[in-house]
């Protein structure tokens, strides 16, 4: 796979990336991972050491054979499992590292960053505990096509639309998941805007007045033209003014629109409950609300903006495939921890050197 190239002859190319051997040092004492050279050398071998057992398939045995055969270290399975559990404060500031210089700068026109969260299984979830995830809070950023923030959480910590920190002047694309007025406001507050799917009863519409809105009856009265840009209002729970927004609707073509009164009537059926008129109306549309004005942003750049959106989803699959990032081994945090952000360094440094990876499909193919 593309990462074992990085692991072993594009190696160099790795340390050089991650600011070079004494940077590698002083951040591995600073942390801990690397106290003093007794097996492992250099804070450069640990690292080495760390990401192919990490990345590969052979498990802490074979991986404590493979170190020796290569000459790289001399150690046992066991000290490789203590050596790992030391990493994982290294390995968040390295990943830290990584999405700094990375950082967009754009030089024209307006940074787009598209948020969403991925998920990978914990090891041993059954029973109880079979919802037990590790969830990956990303944002991927335009037009530079890089995720330019991870974050690592297990299940309990939601996906929230200001976990991830605004940068003034960008336009945050979401799914309905992060419709969440108090932080919407947090978004604007820090001069940013945002582009947000919503359903029919995602929140209390109201108007200038504070009147409850009728989303579906806006709909319906919208059916001929297919489309709808107003103001509209959002109650917020904790007591402060409503927060104003900007409605865009948009009729789906008909295929589509088939395809989402289906979905919605299997979920229905499989949830045990009867289908509401509401939702298959609202079914015919794609929802949006955003903080851009009209004068600067049209109806149909709205619609527009929010089609990228499905970009991080190419990201995930398309990194997943080169890195083969799936479920820690074993159920110790310890350990489980630096092994997946060992995958998403490896992301941050394999994004660079893409395209020039024979085994790795070009990004305008993946589109």
């Not at 096509?145 to 959480?153: K, P």
């Not at 995930?316 to 952000?341: M, N, V, W």
Request: charged share 25%.
């Amino acid at each position: 796979m593309a990462h074992e190239s990085l692991v072993n002859k594009d190696w160099a190319r790795v340390v050089a990336r991650l600011g070079g051997a004494e940077a590698l040092n002083i951040s591995a004492r600073k942390t801990k991972a690397f106290v003093r050279p007794r097996e492992i050398s250099n804070a450069v071998d640990l690292l080495r050491l760390i990401l192919a057992y990490c990345l590969g398939e052979k498990g802490l045995r074979l991986t404590a054979a493979w170190a020796t055969s290569v000459g790289l270290v001399d150690i046992s399975n066991v000290a490789l499992l203590y050596r790992l559990r030391q990493c994982g404060d290294w390995l968040a500031i390295l990943v830290e590292q990584a999405l700094a210089d990375a950082a967009p700068k754009a030089s024209r026109g307006r940074l787009i960053r598209i948020v969403d969260a991925t998920t990978v299984p914990k090891a041993g979830t059954s029973g109880r505990n079979k919802n037990a995830v590790w969830r990956i809070h990303s944002a991927f950023d335009l037009p530079q096509e890089r995720f330019g923030h991870f974050e690592l959480t297990d299940q309990r910590a939601g996906e929230t639309l200001d976990r991830i920190p605004a940068v003034a002047g960008e336009i945050r694309l979401a799914d309905r998941a992060y419709l969440q007025p108090e932080r919407m406001a947090h978004l604007v507050d820090a001069d940013a805007d945002f582009v947000i799917r919503a359903g029919w009863k995602s929140a209390r519409w109201l108007d200038a007045e504070g009147n409850l809105v009728d989303l579906t009856a806006e709909l319906r009265n919208a059916s001929a033209r297919g489309l709808i840009d107003r103001p509209i209002w959002i109650k917020r729970k904790s007591g402060a003014p409503p927060l104003a927004v900007r409605l865009v609707a948009a009729k789906k073509p008909a295929q589509a629109a088939a395809a989402a009164r289906r979905k919605a009537r299997r979920t229905a059926q499989k949830g045990g409950h009867q289908l509401s008129r509401q939702t298959l109306d609202a079914a015919d549309w794609v929802i949006l609300v955003t903080s851009l004005r009209p004068e600067d942003f049209t109806t149909a750049d709205i619609l527009a903006l929010y089609r990228l959106r499905w970009r991080i989803e190419l990201g995930f699959k398309r990194l997943k495939s080169l890195i083969g990032l799936k479920g820690p081994p074993g159920t110790d945090e310890r350990s489980a921890r630096p092994h997946i952000l060992a995958h998403l360094l490896i992301i941050l440094l394999l994004e660079p050197l893409v395209d020039e990876l024979e085994d790795s499909p070009r990004l305008a193919d993946a589109a």
